[in-house]
């Protein structure tokens, strides 16, 4: 019905089965301030930029002819993690701005890997990655150290992780993979795709609702409802 299309197409926040500890005590705490990283396809190609403050001028984070997109901020500041095209692939890359190296791949695979989110203390990036037989949900220490682990017990088409503001879960997205192959997408998600959760350091995931198509699950101040 109308009514029903308008709700759909507005924000929708769903109450999660098991509420979340651990709210994030510095959010809009004295001297804190917000951070924007991006990726822009000006002058060329696609490269990430930051914005350190209001008002600030960006500063160039990746060049590199091949398209750099998807960037992650870790709440610290130091890492900045982002999807790369520049061995064909796309694949995940990690930049330490406390050290100012080179942007270091984080896994090196056949497969695609994409839309990588931080924990909230740092130390671990998740990640979705896919084949034509399929994806999972990954995870992997921010430094590099000890490889990918699957953290996915089920195979799909999983978008969107975020991890839950106590860094305990993490909420994503999951459709079939039959649904990714075959039906048409609208900003790289199927028509039908289900909310979910699970122990962000792997098991079986929960499902919260239907997603109905919609996408971008994230936290507000409240780390018992996602949005």
Do not use: K
């Not at 990714?180 to 699970?198: E, G, T, Y």
Request: glycine share 8%; net charge negative; with cysteine.
């Amino acid at each position: 019905t109308m009514s029903q299309t308008v709700l759909s197409s507005i924000i929708l926040f769903l109450l999660l089965a098991t509420p979340c500890a651990g709210q994030n005590e510095n959010r809009g705490a004295e001297g804190s301030h917000e951070r924007v990283v991006y990726s822009s396809y000006r002058p060329a190609g696609w490269d990430i930029y930051l914005f350190e403050a209001p008002g600030s001028e960006p500063v160039r984070l990746t060049d590199h002819p091949a398209l750099d997109y998807s960037s992650a901020f870790s709440s610290d500041g130091r890492w900045v993690v982002f999807t790369s095209e520049r061995d064909r692939n796309p694949s995940l890359y990690v930049l330490d701005r406390e050290h100012e190296a080179a942007p270091r791949l984080l896994v090196r695979s056949e497969a695609m890997q994409d839309q990588a989110t931080l924990s909230p203390d740092g130390r671990w990036i998740a990640f979705v990655s896919w084949t034509n037989r399929g994806g999972h949900i990954y995870r992997i220490r921010a430094n590099g150290r000890g490889g990918a682990e699957r953290l996915t017990e089920e195979v799909g088409f999983y978008t969107d992780p975020v991890f839950t503001p106590d860094g305990e879960q993490i909420v994503a997205l999951r459709g079939s993979n039959h649904a990714r192959m075959n039906q048409f997408f609208d900003n790289n998600r199927a028509p039908a795709m289900d909310l979910i959760r699970l122990p962000s350091d792997g098991g079986a995931a929960t499902l919260v609702a239907h997603a109905n198509a919609l996408g971008g699950p994230h936290f507000s101040s409240d780390p018992g409802r996602v949005f």
